[in-house]
């Protein structure tokens, strides 16, 4: 939050900012594949989730 700039010290800053930082990448397996994926999302590589077949293989 903006605030004056000397209401806070630079000490309390940076022990606020101890605290900030990126949140670890989640991701999962797809139980069909095994491979990486992301959570609550399609298999990229077999186009499952949930049982279903998403993604259609057009065949050439
Ligand atoms: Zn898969």
Redo the contacts with the bound molecule.
């Keep these: 939050m903006p605030v004056p700039r000397r209401r806070h010290s630079p000490s309390l800053q940076g022990r606020q900012r101890a605290h900030k930082k990126l949140a670890e990448k989640r991701y999962s397996y797809?139980?069909?594949?095994?491979?990486v994926?992301l959570p609550h999302r399609m298999?990229?590589?077999?186009?499952?989730y949930k049982d279903r077949q998403y993604l259609v293989q057009v065949e050439k």
């Design positions: 797809c139980p069909k594949c095994q491979a994926k298999c990229p590589t077999c186009g499952f």
